[in-house]
């Protein structure tokens, strides 16, 4: 069970800025850095965000990350079709001395 | 070029073990952490278990004294030794590399099916 909490859903149109949230605790993200992850249809995740708004070398400069407390956010901007599929939010959580994913949430572009 | 890549995933009645390897190339294996996250189908992401530099592992509650994670550095290698496996089990198991930078990258994946 997901103790990082994010919306199901999310979707907008081409060029528009899509935000997701990801809500967790002090013993998450309240403490630890957040990292986001991408998975396109059928492929396997990717890293698209570390240390909280980091990107990775070759991840465009529309994703951008955030936190602040205990949540974080990610935002894609100028969406394009590419960007459809499920996007996760991650952590490590001292009280289960793990990592922890969030529960993940499926980007639209209609 | 960094690659992951992992095998041994197989159908499996319940209560039976797998192990699982993945094999790194195209880094100093050694000097990173590896993790195993699994993928249930149609569901989402669920870190498994992770090993250290120093061999030091850490586990899911739910699967703790029942998965061993190790590492063969010579062989640039990692493995998942699981044991009483039941059907809460099935799913995508993905080898990723970790580091401070997240996990990156990830394999493909290696199908287990408990039934």
């Known amino acids: 069970q997901s103790v990082l909490t994010q919306p199901p859903s999310a979707s907008g149109t081409p060029g528009q800025r899509v935000t997701i949230s990801c809500s967790g605790s002090?013993?998450?993200?309240?403490?630890?850095?957040v990292y986001w992850y991408q998975q396109l249809p059928g492929t396997a995740p990717k890293l698209l965000i570390y240390?909280?708004?980091q990107r990775p070398s070759g991840v465009p400069d529309r994703f951008s990350g955030s936190k602040s407390g205990t949540s974080a956010s990610l935002a894609i901007s100028g969406l394009r079709s590419e960007d459809e599929g499920d996007y996760y939010c991650?952590?490590?959580?001292?009280?289960?001395?793990?990592?922890?994913f969030g529960t993940g949430t499926k980007v639209t572009v209609l | 070029e960094v690659q992951l890549v992992e095998s041994g995933g197989d159908l499996v009645q319940p209560g039976g073990s797998l192990r699982l390897s993945c094999a790194a190339s195209g880094f100093t294996f050694s000097t990173y952490d590896m993790h195993w996250v699994r993928q249930a189908p149609g569901k989402g992401l669920e870190w498994v278990s992770g090993?250290?530099?120093?061999?030091?592992?850490y586990y899911l509650g739910s699967v703790k004294g029942r998965f061993t994670t190790s590492r063969e550095n010579a062989r640039n290698s990692f493995y998942l030794q699981m044991n009483s496996l039941r059907a809460g089990d099935t799913a995508l198991y993905y080898c990723?590399?970790?580091?401070?930078?997240?996990?990156?990258?990830w394999g493909q994946g290696t199908q287990v099916t408990v039934s």
């Open positions: 990723a590399r970790g580091a401070p930078q997240g996990f990156d990258p």
């Open positions: 090993i250290g530099t120093a061999g030091d592992t």
């Open positions: 240390g909280n708004y």
């Open positions: 991650a952590a490590w959580d001292d009280s289960v001395s793990g990592h922890v």
């Open positions: 002090s013993s998450n993200i309240g403490s630890h850095n």
